[in-house]
């Protein structure tokens, strides 16, 4: 098996009946590149920016930043990077921002919400990748958005980082997409709003399954409770996919779903452009991908999504795929 997974490195990711999917990978820190393009990857579908300020008593500045966003986007030759803004909260705490303590983490003040009270961390980590963005292909990822509300006043944010720089003169691509990540439920059910401003969507199953079920991620006895083949979470990727695609948008999954093997055949039917996952998990999703039908996997979609538990959908998956 590893054999044949070596000689799908230099290949495109394509199915049994010739449509191209993207592989992508998830990063943490610029060293991780080296495994993206080993493992042949199509691009980063999730650069997670939080490690640049995990582990130190200060915020990194916006030198350091840039440093590490260019050094991405540059061993990344072109190849679409997908970086995200801070995504720190819930289970990711900064000691040094001295935050109040919360009765429920992931309920509570994280990631965008935190960006935009705080505008300066904000702020820094915008011009750190608008002065990168010349150095590759850029797509900019808000998460955590929970209203169109939060995207427009994020969004509003980054154009006037992007104003001032422009007036003082510094390089920035014109070509940055802008996208959200889809990971809150009120976010999936409005996605039809919200495709008609974002350039693309990226699913993050690990939240979306967890405020879905509320089933906390990390805890073992609610763990029966987190069910990537739920059919309401499929209702609710498929409703996310169906929107984006009428406004042709792009989407894209990037939580641990996306690497699944059965999860796998059905967001190939789903019509998901992008998967994003551990690097080590691309060569085995592009040989399973090669010997999938798109055709074929969108036909048995209306009947997954008509069963009524995980357990009938993988009972499903197992007989059919
Ligand atoms: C997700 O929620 O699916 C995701 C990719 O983000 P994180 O795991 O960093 O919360
Ligand atoms: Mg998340």
């Not at 939080?50 to 590490?68: I, V």
């Not at 919400?113 to 608008?130: H, N, P, V, Y």
């Not at 699913?203 to 079920?213: C, F, S």
């Not at 979609?301 to 959908?313: C, K, R, S």
Request: glycine letters at 6%; hydrophobic letters at 40%; one cysteine or more.
């Amino acid at each position: 098996q590893k054999a044949e997974w070596a000689k799908l490195v230099n290949e495109q990711t394509t199915t049994s009946d010739s449509q191209h999917v993207e592989l992508a990978a998830n990063i943490g820190t610029p060293q991780d590149v080296q495994g993206v393009l080993e493992n042949g990857a199509e691009g980063v579908g999730l650069y997670r920016t939080e490690f640049l300020y995990m582990g130190r008593d200060q915020l990194p500045t916006e030198e350091e930043q840039f440093k590490a966003y260019k050094e991405v986007l540059e061993k990344m030759e072109g190849k679409p990077v997908v970086i995200r803004t801070l995504d720190i909260g819930g289970d990711k705490e900064l000691p040094y921002l001295d935050l109040p303590k919360e009765m429920n983490p992931f309920l509570g003040f994280r990631a965008i919400r935190l960006c935009l009270e705080q505008q300066d961390i904000f702020r820094t980590q915008l011009r750190a990748l608008l002065r990168a963005s010349v150095h590759g292909n850029l797509k900019i990822m808000f998460p955590m958005i929970a209203t169109l509300v939060e995207f427009r006043a994020a969004k509003n944010v980054l154009l006037e980082e992007k104003e001032k720089l422009a007036k003082a003169n510094v390089d920035v691509s014109e070509n940055i997409e802008l996208g959200i990540m889809v990971e809150i439920p009120s976010t999936a059910v409005l996605s039809d709003r919200f495709a008609k401003e974002v350039d693309f969507f990226s699913i993050g199953t690990n939240d979306l399954i967890q405020y879905t079920m509320a089933a906390d991620r990390m805890n073992e006895r609610v763990s029966y409770l987190y069910q990537p083949y739920n059919p309401a979470i499929l209702r609710l990727v498929q409703m996310v996919i169906n929107a984006a695609h009428k406004e042709g948008k792009w989407v894209g999954m990037c939580g641990e779903m996306a690497g699944d093997p059965i999860a796998i055949p059905i967001l190939l039917g789903l019509g998901l452009d992008e998967f994003s996952m551990s690097a080590t998990s691309v060569l085995p999703a592009r040989s399973q991908l090669s010997k999938l039908s798109k055709t074929e996997a969108a036909k048995h979609i209306d009947t997954i999504l008509n069963m009524d538990t995980a357990e009938e959908v993988v009972q499903f998956v197992n007989e059919n795929f």
